[in-house]
């Protein structure tokens, strides 16, 4: 799996958990306002990723970037993100790959967990 | 003269503008109520203040106007709308303004300056829609692309100052698919667009600021070209949000001058008025509403000006605070004109018995200030969004950094200190860092424990400064708790606890402002203020919120509070922190000889 993977799989879980829908209904192609998310939120949701990736995102990416895919492709391919070194806690620059145990957990609930340390 | 820089403009503009108790100034309560009574716009006020020059404080030095910083700003509002809310506002619509000194380019900076200095001109702000509120996403308003500009159709409302501005600024819909880039935002200038194409509705007859031109304005087809466009198109929701950030704030301004003349006029009845052979100030029990009516004041002023100098030294931090200050001080302020008019009697109710019946005036004109630029909903919502990651911020920023972290406090709360200029680009949509105020209650109580050495200072008073800044602290830590607890929600169903948790959030932040307002200003504020019990009561008084009062230290004797609302009242001075110098007042002088009596007696 991929560091676009990874963020997606992170997305989804994350709004999935927060509006309480059922992961596998959200769809990475379809704006998230569709799933509810007004645009305050996701400028709040926001917080949640740099925390996640231990770097310093623009509030508005998901105003720029209003897809789980466009969101995640921006991050890795333009911002240089990868979820992998999020334990370092600093911003990184340098795509690597995610941690094995990551990709082990079946589900997008389990990676969030192991990644996210809740 | 007032040692502080700040209030010049201030006290220059109060001066000038005489005796409110006197019929024959400029801006008297005879003269607001008679405008109110007719519901006409106070036009020779405004001409008034545009001939003072007034308005160049609305325009930042960098764009040819005398505007350097929000707590000098915030000083001079306090003096218009402790006057007469309806022209405080109906001037102070001109701070829109700051749309475009924030996202415009240098040439509509210019236009705008000199359509201010010049022409005279103001400006209203066209955002909202009767079907949707507070929903900004959701208007109708569309602007569609054509060559060179933009076709604008759909209507605005409600609107203050719809029909006497010159410049609109109007939100509308560039992109049909919606989204949070869907909307841009224009500086409509009404003079260069067709007329036909425009029109206002009629006149809102309103609760209270009667005489304000309140309408909607309506377009159709209404051409306008892309150089009235500000910012890129798309950015529209987000300058509006964070225009939001400063007027909210400065909202305050507008409370705190009502608030002024609610326990001014008040207080003169009280001191005046006889009954069972005492005067009314004699008796404990009004004595003790208009105590605590100044210490509420004073409250809200810690949290005004260390918002206002936020602005210039945590600029990024600004989503939380003005939230927190548009909030908590219009509403607190509002009980506090409430809380007063029991003392007055049946005189609150009545409209021409005592001070030409400015206190009804002042109750029905200030119920708006909560309620406009974002409601205290709108307020507490956008700041529970945040909670959660203010709390973990908090946890991660414990204990590092706390000489920068001081550094700013002292910039903030230190009202000797320069601040740096205020740089618009630095605002952020949601907190960035942390919120400073609260980060900071370790250090505050810190340098508490340092001035038990001081011998100045009462050691009872100090320890109730103390043990009640600490019981902020754990109220703190229990609010933490919570929030971690709490199930995060999206959307506008949030629950009610969740509103609750954010008022807890505000009164923490409020009782933490006037905290380092007196660590940081205690050698240059007076010696009432130097003394601390203002802070002490004003502790007891904000913790009683979230504890019983059996948990909470004893009252301390207030007696020092009690009479230094009396000589700031006999002195015609601001009841504040800073009691800078406010209009000699002419009839006063003959209670003079009174009061000395009941400065003993207190």
Excluded at chain 2, 418 to 430: D, I, Q, R, T
Excluded at chain 2, 502 to 520: D, M
């Amino acid at each position: 799996m991929n560091s676009i993977d990874t963020i997606q799989g992170w997305l989804v879980n994350q709004i999935a958990k927060q509006l309480g829908i059922k992961a596998e209904t959200i769809k990475v192609t379809e704006p998230l306002t569709r799933y509810g998310l007004d645009s305050i939120d996701s400028v709040t949701i926001v917080g949640d990723m740099e925390d996640w990736l231990g770097a310093e995102l623009p509030s508005t990416l998901l105003w720029d970037y209003p897809t789980i895919e466009k969101a995640a492709k921006y991050l890795v391919d333009e911002a240089g993100v990868s979820p992998a070194e999020t334990a370092t806690a600093e911003p990184v620059a340098v795509t690597s790959k995610p941690k094995e145990e990551a990709t082990q957990g079946k589900g997008w609930g389990g990676l969030w967990n192991k990644i996210s340390g809740s | 003269m007032q040692p502080l820089k700040q209030f010049w403009v201030a006290e220059a503009l109060e001066k000038d503008l005489g005796d409110p108790g006197n019929p024959e100034s400029m801006m008297s309560f005879k003269q607001v109520i008679d405008l109110d009574e007719k519901e006409e716009f106070p036009q020779e006020i405004i001409d008034w203040l545009y001939n003072w020059k007034l308005q160049h404080y609305y325009i930042p030095t960098e764009c040819g106007g005398e505007f350097t910083r929000f707590d000098e700003f915030i000083s001079f509002v306090r003096v218009l709308s402790r006057r007469d809310q309806t022209a405080g506002i109906a001037f102070t619509t001109m701070f829109w303004s700051y749309l475009v000194w924030m996202a415009g380019t240098d040439e509509q900076k210019q236009i705008l300056s000199s359509f201010m200095k010049d022409a005279n001109g103001t400006m209203c702000l066209a955002y909202s829609e009767k079907a949707h509120g507070s929903d900004l996403l959701g208007g109708d308003m569309q602007a569609t692309k054509v060559d060179g500009g933009y076709i604008l159709n759909g209507e605005k409302w409600p609107i203050n100052r719809a029909t006497r501005s010159g410049v609109a600024f109007v939100l509308a819909r560039t992109d049909p698919d919606g989204g949070p880039r869907s909307l841009s935002l224009f500086m409509v200038e009404k003079s260069k667009i067709n007329p036909d194409n425009f029109s206002n509705l009629p006149k809102i007859l309103t609760h209270g600021i009667r005489g304000s031109d309140m309408s909607g304005i309506c377009f159709d087809n209404c051409f306008i070209p892309e150089s009235m466009r500000l910012g890129a198109e798309g950015m529209g929701l987000e300058l509006a949000l964070k225009g939001f950030q400063i007027t909210r704030a400065l909202c305050a301004a507008f409370s705190q001058g009502a608030a002024d003349t609610a326990l001014r006029t008040t207080l003169k009845f009280a001191i005046e008025r006889k009954l069972y052979g005492k005067t009314v100030f004699d008796m404990p029990q009004p004595r003790r509403t208009l105590t605590d009516a100044f210490l509420d004041i004073l409250i809200c002023d810690c949290s005004t000006f260390g918002v206002g100098r936020g602005f210039s030294t945590m600029p990024e931090q600004i989503s939380v605070w003005s939230a927190v200050v548009k909030y908590f001080v219009t509403t607190t302020l509002e009980t506090v004109v409430n809380n007063v008019s029991v003392v007055l009697g049946s005189r609150f109710y009545m409209r021409e018995a005592h001070d030409w019946g400015i206190f009804q005036k002042v109750l029905r004109d200030n119920s708006i200030i909560s309620m406009f630029d974002g409601s205290s909903v709108v307020n507490l919502h956008a700041l529970l969004l945040q909670l959660r990651q203010l709390t973990k911020s908090r946890a991660r920023n414990a204990g590092k950094n706390l000489e920068a972290l001081e550094a700013r406090l002292a910039t903030t709360f230190d009202l000797t200190q320069n601040l740096p200029a205020f740089n618009g680009k630095k605002l952020e949509l949601v907190n960035r860092g942390g919120d400073d105020v609260l980060q900071g209650l370790d250090l505050a109580l810190a340098s508490l424990e340092k001035l038990k050495t001081d011998s100045n200072l009462n050691p009872d008073t100090l320890y109730q400064i103390i043990t009640l800044t600490d019981i902020v602290r754990e109220e703190l830590n229990n609010l933490d708790v919570k929030i971690t607890e709490s199930t995060f929600q999206f959307g506008h169903e949030q629950d009610p606890e969740l509103f609750d948790m954010a008022k807890q959030y505000c009164i923490l932040h409020a009782a933490a402002a006037c905290v380092y307002t007196w660590i940081y200003n205690r050698n240059h504020l007076g010696e009432f203020f130097a003394n601390g019990e203002w802070l002490a009561l004003s502790l007891r008084r904000l913790m009683s919120n979230l504890r019983p009062a059996t948990s909470l230290p004893g009252r301390i004797d207030d007696s020092c509070v009690v009479q230094e609302m009396i000589r700031l009242y006999n002195e015609d001075r601001m009841f504040s922190i800073v009691p800078f110098q406010l209009a000699k007042s002419q009839l006063q002088e003959t209670t003079t000889d009174a009061t000395p009596k009941l400065q003993l007696q207190t």
